[in-house]
T-cell receptor
């Protein structure tokens, strides 16, 4: 089944303890992205990647790191989590579209609910 | 001003009616536009993408784009209770890579 798989689904951690949320897609998509979703703030993009070893900041990158060493994987790293990073996180992937054509949107994973205490 | 703004909602329509969802964007460099549906407790799923000015139809859904007015809309014909969800509008200046989302409009379709 074509899908984006995130792990874990739920995570409670303490302030300052480094954590990694994994994301993997089996659709051979070029683009991958991380979003966080908070009540009243909507979906905000953290980082995105348009190819292996190519990553770029989204709108809220502070406090997060990513890497894209393989096409299928795009982990999200919180080096020193803080309570304001408590949120619902989504990983997403997309085929590369072409300028001048209708483009492919994102396929989202099931989400990771992170609580930092 | 947010880059992508949607009707604050919530929007309620009777079953069988047309639901109209609206979105405006501020970045004139935006090239691609997307509508996603998100059921409560679930992840967003793509419904429609549109690039060119005009209408694009897919089943009961029609997306409309007016780049001069920086306006995108989604019409849902013959609305069903299963259409009850939050609808998210997104804009991108390339393709899906950097996509900015609106806050969403919650639609309720009443039987």
């Amino acid at each position: 089944e074509a899908q984006v798989t995130q792990n874990p689904r739920y995570l409670i951690t303490v302030t300052g303890k480094k954590l990694t949320v994994t994301c993997s897609q089996n659709m051979n998509h070029e683009y991958m992205s991380w979003y966080r979703q908070d009540p009243g703030l909507g979906l905000r993009q953290i980082y995105y990647s348009m190819n292996v070893e190519v990553t770029d900041k989204g709108d809220v990158p502070e406090g997060y790191k990513v890497s894209r060493k393989e096409k299928r994987n795009f982990p999200l790293i919180l080096e020193s989590p803080s309570p304001n990073q408590t949120s619902l996180y989504f990983c997403a992937s997309s085929l590369r579209g072409w300028r001048g054509s209708d483009n492919y949107g994102y396929t989202f994973g099931s989400g990771t609910r992170l609580t930092v205490v | 001003q947010k880059e992508v703004e949607q009707n604050s909602g919530p929007l309620s329509v009777p079953e069988g009616a047309i639901a109209s969802l609206n979105c405006t964007y501020s970045d004139r460099g935006s090239q691609s536009f997307f509508w996603y549906r998100q059921y409560s407790g679930k992840s967003p799923e793509l419904i429609m993408s549109i690039y060119s000015n005009g209408d694009k139809e897919d089943g009961r859904f029609t997306a409309q784009l007016n780049k001069a007015s920086q306006y995108v809309s989604l019409l849902i014909r013959d609305s069903q209770p299963s259409d009850s969800a939050t609808y998210l509008c997104a804009a991108s200046n390339t393709n899906a890579g950097k996509s900015t989302f609106g806050d969403g409009t919650t639609l309720t379709v009443k039987p």
